[in-house]
Nanobody
Framework: QVQLVESGGGLVQTGGSLRLSCAAS????????MAWHRRAPGKERELVAT???????NYADSVKGRFIISRDNAKNMVYLQMNSLKPEDTAVYYC???????????????WGQGTQVTVSS
């Protein structure tokens, strides 16, 4: 099986920064795209940022210029550096990864359990 575990969430004041980490482990041959998502109370889940295996990134308009997604392919990890945080960034943040278990396997999406980020005003 494949597990994704997020860490780095917490409580921060408006304008502060946090760095989220997500570690993938288990039966992994290679990982294609990785991503961060979030779900705020009473809202639908939102795709925050994505990064391909080659390092190409894409961001939601709401976080462009403030958040940076990166990854370490050797460690099967993805990060989200969040700067200039706002109260509206408060949400549970989830990482996801498109994992290939072996050369004959199709990729499958796996998700972490989430980590809470709370930005106080």
């Amino acid at each position: 099986q494949v597990q994704l575990v997020e860490s780095g969430g917490g409580l921060v004041q408006t304008g502060g920064s946090l760095r989220l980490s997500c570690a993938a482990s288990g039966r992994i041959f290679t990982i294609n795209a990785m991503a961060w998502h979030r779900r705020a109370p009473g809202k639908e889940r939102e795709l925050v940022a994505t990064i391909t295996a080659g390092g190409r990134t894409n961001y939601a308009d709401s976080v462009k210029g403030r958040f940076i997604i990166s990854r370490d392919n050797a460690k099967n990890m993805v990060y989200l550096q969040m700067n200039s945080l706002k109260p509206e960034d408060t949400a549970v943040y989830y990482c996801s990864a498109e994992v290939v278990k072996g050369s004959i396997y199709r990729p499958n999406d796996y998700w972490g359990q989430g980590t809470q980020v709370t930005v106080s005003s």
